[in-house]
């Protein structure tokens, strides 16, 4: 696996906080305690938080990790007009899905 460049991604995104942690217990609850636009990475999770309580360990060097905020915001989908369905940690294996924008 390539080495994560935060370095890189900081300067890319001078905007955007982006709190970074080689180990942490869920990028979710990190993130629940930040502002809209800011990101959590992290290369491994102890106690990743997902859909329904279900909680999960993201082995280190296995993945990327990440936690964006987002201004609430219930017409989010139809502005966008994309149709994606991506894969938690709590599903079963399948590849993420985006089909590009709608009309």
Same mark, same amino acid.
């Given at each position: 696996? %390539? /080495?994560? #460049?935060?370095?890189?991604?900081?300067?890319?995104? !001078? #905007?955007?906080?982006? #709190?970074?942690?080689? $180990?942490? #217990?869920? %990028?979710?609850?990190?993130?629940?305690? +930040?502002?809209?636009?800011?990101?959590? +990475?992290?290369?491994?999770?102890?106690? @990743?938080? @997902?859909? *329904?309580? *279900?909680?999960? *360990?993201?082995?280190?060097?296995? @993945?990327?990790?990440?936690?964006?905020?987002?201004? /609430?915001? !219930?017409?989010?989908?139809?502005?966008?007009?994309?149709?994606?369905?991506?894969?938690?940690?709590?599903?079963?294996? $399948?590849?993420?899905?985006?089909? @590009? /924008? %709608?009309?």
């Amino acid at each position: 696996m %390539t /080495p994560l #460049d935060i370095g890189g991604l900081r300067r890319e995104f !001078p #905007d955007r906080r982006i #709190d970074y942690y080689a $180990s942490i #217990d869920s %990028t979710m609850r990190v993130a629940a305690a +930040l502002e809209p636009r800011e990101v959590v +990475l992290a290369e491994e999770q102890t106690a @990743g938080m @997902g859909r *329904h309580g *279900h909680t999960w *360990h993201s082995e280190a060097g296995s @993945g990327i990790y990440c936690s964006l905020v987002v201004k /609430p915001a !219930p017409v989010l989908t139809l502005a966008l007009g994309w149709r994606c369905r991506m894969r938690s940690p709590n599903q079963p294996a $399948s590849p993420a899905i985006c089909a @590009g /924008p %709608t009309t």
